[in-house]
């Protein structure tokens, strides 16, 4: 069925929360989401003569009039709710015939099914979210770690967009300034001093090249800190990785060569998920195989936050690979179970464990932890987490350079006020101010049904 993006007259249903469990929720919403949902339940009294914000017990029932379930039903009327329509929540018991029959019989009395995000794309088309919000709902349901959680509910709650609200207003006054300088031109009269311009614009780029900087930090909370462990074969990395997931995750082999391609797997260490990546041995060989899953260690080296490089106690070496300035560094010497005497403590940037007793893990642990700067993610501080942001926040670095090269150049006034025009165009994508069709229809797509 096609949806027109941008229809909010009709009314809507879905399931607010999976089934399978004890109770759920189905949502309707919309100009006849009372009427319809007075024609399902049996209360005490009629839900068209009761207050917003109110709670009802009652039955509800099929088109015979037999009973369907017993159920609460929440009441919120417009614009006083999160669509800014007249909404009807039904919680009733987690049954899948039950939910499905209610929504059939909601659609019977007039109502459609919602599409993906369509409650919440409703929610922004009546000015209740910003974009960026919006899609911060999203964030919220698939945090799973402390710190994602507090990226994404930061941001829900308007933090991220008050900053660039503030930046954008700063903006449009210098716009004002030099639009007035074009009324006056014949005259010659500048409203908007150069040199405090000029410094205005820089602050204005310095905020902006934070913002975007932060990206790197705050969509690796996001998505999980992916640390990649490396190193020749058979020097334990496997092992490494099933001690620090805490599971057998990974075939443990004496055999060189064991690992041919990547494996992943996760864990929760102090609300941050690091993403822990066991790769194939680097070496020279001649097998396909093996050279396959040698690209992809390289591969998964070059988007590593973290990198464990392991070598074995009985060859202590490290093969020389390709480490960015960006990306933290931990050599590793495995193996130190086989060692007869105490491994040497004259090398401090070495850390010696045994990955098969666990010697020393509690130590890396707390190097893995050291090496995420979880205290730029503040309350004070406002961390980009969305690649649509970080786009937009790099091409208006891009416009406020041009700018500034404008106003050194000494050009025309009309062309360095578009100049900031398109910095406050790229800003406005991000909350929504500047939008378009196919970036709504992109972003709500990916929202779950219901929501």
């Not at 369907?68 to 800014?84: K, M």
């Not at 401090?348 to 700067?373: C, E, F, H, W």
Request: proline share 2%; net charge negative.
């Amino acid at each position: 069925m096609n949806i027109e993006i941008l229809d909010t007259e009709t009314t809507i249903v879905a399931p607010a929360t999976a089934a399978g469990g004890a109770v759920m929720m189905i949502r309707i919403s919309g100009g006849k989401a009372i009427t319809i949902a007075d024609r399902l339940f049996r209360g005490k009294q009629r839900l068209e003569n009761a207050n917003g914000y109110s709670l009802h017990y009652g039955d509800i029932v099929d088109e015979d009039g037999s009973f369907l379930d017993d159920v609460v039903v929440a009441l919120f009327r417009a614009p006083r709710s999160y669509t800014g329509d007249d909404t009807v929540e039904f919680t009733i018991h987690g049954s899948q015939y039950i939910a499905s029959r209610l929504m059939q019989l909601a659609v019977n009395y007039g109502a459609r099914m919602a599409t993906a995000g369509e409650f919440t794309r409703r929610a922004f088309l009546a000015g209740k979210l910003d974009l960026s919000r919006a899609e911060a709902v999203a964030d919220v349901i698939a945090s799973d770690s402390k710190w994602s959680h507090r990226l994404a509910s930061t941001q829900m709650r308007g933090d991220y967009a008050d900053y660039l609200v503030t930046l954008r207003g700063e903006l449009l006054k210098l716009c004002s300034l030099l639009e007035l300088e074009l009324d006056f031109s014949e005259e010659d009269v500048e409203f908007a001093n150069r040199e405090i311009l000029e410094t205005m614009l820089k602050n204005i780029g310095k905020q902006i090249n934070t913002l975007t900087s932060s990206f790197a930090l705050g969509n690796a909370i996001k998505e999980g800190i992916a640390v990649v462990i490396v190193g020749e074969p058979n020097v334990g990395k496997s092992t490494l990785l099933n001690r620090l997931v805490e599971e057998d995750r990974a075939m443990v082999s004496d055999i060189a060569g064991t690992t041919r391609d990547t494996i992943e797997a996760t864990r929760v260490i102090d609300g941050i998920r690091f993403r822990f990546i066991d790769t194939a041995g680097m070496h020279t060989t001649d097998d396909e195989l093996e050279q396959m899953g040698i690209k992809r260690t390289r591969r998964a080296l070059n988007t590593a936050h973290i990198v464990l490089h392991i070598a074995s106690a009985d060859q202590p070496t490290f093969e020389d690979i390709d480490i960015d300035e960006q990306q933290t560094y931990i050599r590793i010497v495995n193996k130190a179970d086989k060692l007869c005497n105490t491994p040497p403590t004259n090398d401090n940037t070495l850390l010696y464990i045994s990955a098969k007793d666990g010697s020393n893990i509690d130590q890396l642990i707390d190097m893995l932890r050291a090496s995420v700067p979880s205290t730029q993610v503040g309350a004070d501080n406002v961390v980009v987490t969305n690649v649509r942001h970080y786009n937009a926040l790099r091409q208006a670095s891009s416009a406020l350079d041009m700018a500034l090269n404008a106003m050194r150049m000494n050009m025309p006034t009309d062309l360095l006020t578009e100049d900031i025009r398109q910095v406050l165009h790229h800003l406005g994508e991000i909350t929504g101010e500047i939008t378009s069709d196919d970036i709504l229809q992109s972003i709500f797509s990916k929202f779950c049904i219901g929501k």
